[in-house]
């Protein structure tokens, strides 16, 4: 199964670059994974105006990335917080129903357009604590690549 991640922000320092990398590499054994970067909004949004114009503003930037072929998973605090195993149970489902590809969505400070939510799916959520966003990035792959390790039975996973 092929991975797209889309995340709103610029650039990683390198010592996030370098975790991204390795499991970015360890994923490719599994289809593989696509790391997709838009800037944010290059104003300050401290205003409730200015954050909605921000997410719209992104949401254009985002669009082209999230394509039918590719099913999308938004992350959002207050989505639904999943188990490893829970996470590698929804990720096969979605390989036994045919996808061969899938999307995850990383918003920004301000999350991200309402409209992006895919309909009758329920954001996926990290946990309740908040994480940089450049970190969620890390995490998320570590969370596919550990599902992918469960799902095909490799002794990653304790």
């Known amino acids: 199964m092929r991975i797209r991640l889309v995340a709103v922000g610029r650039g990683m320092p390198p010592a ?13 054994h599994y289809g593989g994974v696509e790391l997709i970067e838009v800037p944010h909004a290059p104003w300050r949004t ?12 992104e949401k254009e ?7 039918p072929d590719h099913p999308i998973l938004t992350l ?11 996470f590698a149970h929804h990720l096969d489902r979605y ?23 895919p309909p009758g799916i329920k954001p996926l959520s990290l946990g309740p604590m908040t994480f940089p966003h450049l ?19 490799v002794p990653y996973h304790r």
């Open 76 to 86: 959002d605090s207050c989505g639904e917080a999943w188990t490893s195993e829970q």
């Open 95 to 117: 390989r036994h129903h045919g996808h061969q590809r899938l999307a995850f969505l990383i918003g920004g400070p301000n999350g991200y357009h309402p409209s992006l939510q």
């Open 46 to 57: 401290d205003t409730p105006e200015r954050i909605q114009q921000a997410l719209c503003w």
């Open 16 to 28: 996030i670059q370098q975790l991204v990398r390795e499991y970015s590499d360890r994923l490719h």
């Open 61 to 67: 930037r985002l669009s082209p990335h999230l394509t």
């Open 135 to 153: 970190l969620v990035r890390v995490l998320l792959l570590e969370q596919i690549y550990r599902a992918f390790t469960l799902i095909h039975r």
